[in-house]
């Protein structure tokens, strides 16, 4: 959790916010992700985002979906025949 906050410090950053983010903004704003706050990752934080989905940051795709989905889908086809 503490890389992707750092992620999502850097990337605001990059985008203007060289100071720093501030502590807090508009709610209006924070909702639809367009200014960083340190509020907004309390909150991440809180309602234990771990992928802090919140935050506007894509959850990372779990290795072993793709195979579990392949072996569900050959038990249907079998089942079937």
């Not at 100071?19 to 309390?42: E, H, Q």
Request: charged share 35%; net charge positive.
């Amino acid at each position: 959790m503490r890389n992707k906050l750092r992620k999502y410090m850097t990337s605001w950053k990059r985008r203007g916010y060289k100071n720093g983010i501030p502590d807090i903004v508009p709610d209006v704003l924070m909702d639809l992700k367009l200014a960083p706050s340190y509020k907004a990752m309390c909150i991440a934080i809180l309602k234990n985002d771990h992928s802090m989905k919140s935050l506007g940051l894509t959850p990372r795709k779990s290795e072993y979906y793709n195979a579990l989905k392949k072996i569900e889908i050959d038990n249907r086809i079998k089942e079937k025949v």
